[in-house]
Nanobody, 115 residues
Framework: QVHLVESGGGLVQAGGSLRLSCAAS????????MAWYRQAPGKEREVVAL???????TYRDSVKGRFTISRDNAKNTVYLQMNSLKPEDTAVYYCNINVGIDNYWGQGTQVTVSS
């Protein structure tokens, strides 16, 4: 089984920064894509950023220039550096990894940005 542990969420003022981490452990031979999603109350879960096995990156338009996704393959960990945070970034953030034919989710970490 694969287990994901997220950390780094919290409460920050607008314009502040947070760095989210998601570490995978268990029966992992090779991780393909890794991604961050977020979900605000009453809204659908949406992709925030995606990083492929070879490092190619894709971002949601609303976070381009502010967020950076990265990965450390030796540690089976994906990061999301979030700068210039806005109140509309407030949500529960979830990591997701693809291993073979399976996808695994973290249980979420709350990010709250105050005005």
């Amino acid at each position: 089984q694969v287990h994901l542990v997220e950390s780094g969420g919290g409460l920050v003022q607008a314009g502040g920064s947070l760095r989210l981490s998601c570490a995978a452990s268990g029966s992992i031979f090779s991780i393909n894509a890794m991604a961050w999603y977020r979900q605000a109350p009453g809204k659908e879960r949406e992709v925030v950023a995606l990083i492929g096995r070879s490092g190619g990156k894709t971002y949601r338009d609303s976070v381009k220039g502010r967020f950076t996704i990265s990965r450390d393959n030796a540690k089976n960990t994906v990061y999301l550096q979030m700068n210039s945070l806005k109140p509309e970034d407030t949500a529960v953030y979830y990591c997701n990894i693809n291993v073979g034919i399976d996808n695994y989710w973290g249980q979420g970490t709350q990010v709250t940005v105050s005005s």
